[in-house]
């Protein structure tokens, strides 16, 4: 017979149900429940770091009551569900996130205090989670929270590495240098591991067709086993709590006992190292492919396992396969998990045993792709024999044949579309031509794909008249989208700034949960710009902020900051598109600008502090030379006695979330200067205005829009724009003009660099001479109008008050980036899901 649930009596499981701790007396005693019984400790030996322990374990079982309701809700209801699929979740850290989410903050602020305890001193204790590499996986963060916070039933798929990014150190003479970064020695309480819910997952091995069915039989190889960890992401006043979930990769068996009965002890442990691996490591790129084995691996666990669960929570449903799209919508966070098309495609024809045309018809219904860079040194392409190697060998090669299967049915339309066209049939194939030959992962994201969307509007403008121009002749341009990033005001205003969030609140006269989730109400403080006691408060309030980072770099670094000087921040991966470099060169400019003037007329410019951040890859040797420049660079500067209180310098080491956190809602003017056309659309940039910092950029990514939303006469923008790019390019490599000619400014300052003013001028020369040279990213077109733009700011920033009106008028028009907007048009326009709140009990 059925079998009866719950097993026992209804009513006393519904009645030793656990609620919610709302009061103070509750959380307190759940606190200190978790130091004696979760920690084993007491009153007597518990410091900060056990207080956060206990404290995090009281939090999470809170979270786990909505969680549980939630998961249970989205399981009774059965609506569409949509899964997240990215390699990368930059979280940062979660308890203070949790608390603001929950609105437990101020209950548990005042129990942790009854306790001896600091709120404040114990969120510190928090490690980062660094699961990612910059915007793309703290874009997925994000999503995360407006996904909760807007009701809707999604899942975050993503893998569980041990080490998250480098930390990063810098030498003395400014080299960085890599450290790993072990977050999970503390234990992790944010996590929940499902030992429970796991699923094999196969390399190598050998397929074999079975008679004429185009099925196959996969087996050999080797075996390793996914196990989930399921992350609680928690929303912004409501119940709904959703689920990131994230694999580690464990050794099928443990333990080979043949091996050990041989007296072979390291045989017998080594595929168990060799399976652990898989998930060991986040790769430290951005923007840049590496043809490495253990990444193909990760990527094909990863999409492997999560199918899997998708496949299984679905036949849960007991509907029929076709059904399969109105149930699922699956997004691919770039092309890392590309292969989950060719997977479900294996699924659906050997395994559910449907005809090609038929499991197409799913698989292109199912899957959405978003692209995020158009830099070709980013578009991800795997050699064949890589493939050939990894997955089922022996003919005929599965994934690889229903790749090429896919490819061969795809070039056939092509071909009837355009008879002919030899080119294009190259150009549009998923394999490229050569030794080896490569698969072109983008092609088969785009041909596998229901809808293909870029990140904002110049960028997806350019994913259709460059990288997919021929998909989109091919398709038709509806096939290719936009939906503009976002960011969640959550993290980036209320927790980041709480001083600001009230003061929006009380002026707004509203509830900030109501702001917080629909933030075009920050609108309303348009009417209080002439309030002059809200400008000064709002004026105080940043000018806190600085001070409140000027403390963090004097407890960290040992350095005092000048907080009345104005704070200018550049904070990202290092990069040459990015441009660091015109950054550094333009503050030697000004150095040098400075040092020509007497006493009298330095007491007339604007005194500005200059705050640099940001990781470079560790094989990235210009990137690496940048750091090394800014570093030393800053050691002169900030100990010349006749510029120091005029303009100083600091290289903020091992960029994080947290960090981030500090850094922006301090500054006065960011900096967001890539190569008009190269940043596909940033997010900081929409972090920096939102916590009314203004903006000096280029005509590039999400700066547009966010010109267009707070009037161009609230940014600051300088350099050529995009349809220039080419042409410039072209002129450097034929008909160059030297630097002297183009910027003597510029050229002055590089031969100082020469020169040896910043130490060893010889150490730097490979960096100088990429802008010398072919200069790809036209730091010698921009770096006079980039020069003009900072006088336009210093300019501006002598009227103080105009310029906090500026400020306010910008945070003020931010509404349209906050990433609920974003996850809402893409539950909308693309995966076609709901809102499914969840009752509260
Ligand atoms: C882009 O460079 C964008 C984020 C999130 C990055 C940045 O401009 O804001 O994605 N791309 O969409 C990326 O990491 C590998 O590509």
Redesign the pocket.
Known sequence: GKEKWPRGEEKIWKECSRHLDEDVQSITKSVVNHVQTSLARQAYNIDDLGAYQAAALSVRDNLLVNWNDTQLHYTRKAPKRAYYLSLEFLMGRTLDNALLNLGLKSQYKDGIKELGFSLEDILEQERDAALG???????AACYLDSSASQDLPLWGYGLRYKYGIFQQLISPEGNQLEAPDPWLDNQNPWELPRLDVTYDVRFYGHAERIGETGRATWSGGQEVLAVAYDVMIPGCGTKNTNNLRLWESKPKRGFDLNSFNAGNYEGAVESSNSAAAITSVLYPN??TTFGKELRLKQQYFWTAASLADILRRFKNLGKPISEFPDFVAIQLN?THPTLAIPELMRILVDEEELRWDKAWEIVTNTFFF?N??V?PE?LEKWPVPLLEHLLPRRVPERHLQIIYDINMQFLQAVEKKFPGDRDRLARMSIIEEGVPKQVRMANLACIGDRKVNG??EL?SELVRTTIMKDFVEFYGVSKFANVT?GITPRRWLDQCNPELSTLISKTLGIDKTVWLKDLTKLEGLLAHTEDKKFRDEWAAIKQRNKERLAHHVQTTLGLTVNTHAMFDVQIKRLHEYKRQTLNILGVIHRYLTLKAMTPEERKKTNPRVVFFAGKAAPAYYIAKLTIRLIVNVARVINDDPDTKNYLSLYFLPDYSVSLAEVLIPASDISQHI?TAG??????SNMKFCLNGGLLLGTVD??NIEIAEEVGESNVFFFGHLTPAVEDLRYQHLYHPVPVEEKSPALANVLNQVSAGLFGDGGVYEPLLNTIRQSDYYLITDDFDSYISALNMVDEAYLDKDEWVKKSIRTTAKMGKFSSDRAIMDYAQEYWNIEQTPVPSS
């Open positions: 590499n910059g915007g793309l996986g703290r874009l951005d923007h770039d978003t995020h860079t830099l980013a990140v904002a960028h990033n890539s190269t940043e596909a659309s940033g997010t990514g999400a």
